[in-house]
């Protein structure tokens, strides 16, 4: 099993930046690809960003490039998603997720385990 474990969630306002942490513990050794997405109210979960945990590779959706930069931290198990320049469209709840797939996929039913998800508050 592998559990996942989100924070950093908080209320900002646009133009603001926070740091959301994903500490993974568990079987983790074959977790090869970790994401991020999220989750609007009344909307379908979303895919944010990825890492590869081997190589560091990352990939993003198009609203978030130049804005978002995913993370990792082999020691620690975690990896981590920088926010800047947020604007309100970014407020939802924001889960991590693990995949034993070496490629990235941005389907949520792809992902084999996930986090409990923190919530991403951005007022205009």
């Known amino acids: 099993q592998v559990q996942l474990n989100e924070s950093g969630g908080e209320s900002v306002q646009a133009g603001g930046s926070l740091r959301l942490s994903c500490a993974a513990s568990?079987?983790?050794?074959?977790?090869?690809?970790r994401g991020w997405f999220r989750q609007a109210p009344g909307k379908e979960r979303e895919f944010v960003a990825a890492?590869?945990?081997?190589?560091?590779?990352?990939y993003y959706t198009d609203s978030v490039k130049g804005r978002f930069t995913t993370s990792r931290d082999i020691a620690k198990n975690t990896v981590y998603l920088q926010m800047n320049s947020l604007k309100p469209e970014d407020t939802a709840v924001y889960f991590c997720?693990?995949?034993?797939?070496?490629?990235?996929?941005?389907?949520?039913?792809?992902?084999?385990?996930w986090g409990q998800g923190t919530k991403v508050t951005v007022s205009s």
């Open positions: 997720a693990a995949d034993r797939s070496a490629v990235i996929r941005t389907i949520p039913l792809e992902y084999d385990y």
């Open positions: 568990g079987r983790t050794f074959n977790m090869y690809t």
């Open positions: 890492i590869y945990w081997i190589g560091g590779g990352t």
